[in-house]
């Protein structure tokens, strides 16, 4: 690959057509503007200071500190002085192909199918032994940043999968490893997310799944802060982010796509999520 796996067209970093992953360093100083991302991206603090600005919060960073960031979320640096980060970017494909079984594992599966939505998570922090360990499998991965994937499958999805899998280790919040979602929580997340624009209601979703409704709700809010019909609600959101990036769809046809239908509802709940109406995201992130 001749050039580096990520572009940016205005405000939004997208990875490069057969790109899959990708780490690199980066250095900021003052204030770094805005912008959005088409990829899932997890920034490793490794030195100096700074302020992450998103729409959940204002936190101050520190060497050692994880963001977990979604695709589409938007999220800025402000008040930098030598902040470094590693970043490490991956892409949706890849999660939910190559790294689908991530979902069914107790740690891998915390950190990336249920920590994320959790939003008084924003961030955790590494020990330095954990640091060390994360930086050499970054390292790894960096050094393939300019080879080409289809030569380097699998040297990819190792070096992502090691440093992933000692995140989730120091992510578990005091989890062995043994204990694995309820599989009805599993289950719910797949019938939603295969079904986005369907009119799902929680008792016709317990229903498929034999469960009381309540009970649903209290397993699934323990595995991932939300309750089932909140966690379609961010869902249909990142599609709808998804598609007003990379697609000229008008809006309404967008929200029609992910299960709203009523523009007027559409545009209440992508900015309760986003901060943003959808047409100003659009044009937003999407300026050239």
């Not at 603090?45 to 302020?51: A, D, F, N």
């Not at 959940?56 to 977990?68: K, N, Y």
């Not at 599609?239 to 990036?245: E, I, P, Q, S, V």
Request: charged letters at 25%; glycine letters at 10%.
């Amino acid at each position: 690959m001749e050039e580096p796996p990520v572009e940016n067209k205005g405000t939004l970093v997208h990875l490069v057509e057969g790109a899959m992953a990708f780490a690199g360093r980066y250095r900021h100083e003052g204030d770094h503007p805005v912008h959005t991302h088409s990829f899932f991206e997890v920034v490793v603090v490794i030195g100096g200071h700074g302020v992450h600005n998103c729409l959940d919060a204002r936190q101050e960073l520190g060497t050692g500190d994880v963001l977990l960031v979604r695709p589409g979320v938007w999220h800025g640096y402000e008040d930098c002085r030598g902040l470094e980060i590693y970043n490490c970017g991956f892409s949706v494909d890849l999660l939910h192909r190559e790294l689908a079984w991530t979902r069914e594992d107790p740690l891998l599966g915390h950190l990336l199918w249920t920590l994320p939505y959790m939003p008084e998570r924003l961030a955790f922090r590494l020990d330095p032994a954990a640091l060390a360990e994360c930086l050499g499998h970054l390292d790894g991965l960096e050094d393939l940043r300019y080879r080409p994937a289809n030569l380097h499958h699998g040297d990819i999805i190792g070096w992502l999968s090691l440093f992933l899998n000692r995140l989730a280790r120091a992510a578990g919040d005091g989890r062995d490893g043994t204990g694995q979602l309820h599989p009805a929580v599993l289950d719910a997340m797949r019938l939603m997310e295969a079904r986005p624009a369907y009119r799902w209601t929680l008792t016709e979703l317990a229903l498929d799944l034999h469960l009381a409704p309540g009970y649903l709700v209290r397993i699934f809010k323990a595995a991932t802060g939300l309750p089932p019909m909140a966690y379609l609600s961010r869902f249909r959101a990142e599609l709808a982010a998804d598609r007003l990036l990379h697609t000229d769809e008008p809006i309404n046809r967008i929200g029609e796509s992910v299960g709203w239908p009523d523009q007027n509802y559409f545009a209440r709940r992508f900015k309760s999520h986003y901060g943003l109406s959808a047409t100003t995201y659009r044009a937003r992130f999407t300026r050239v």
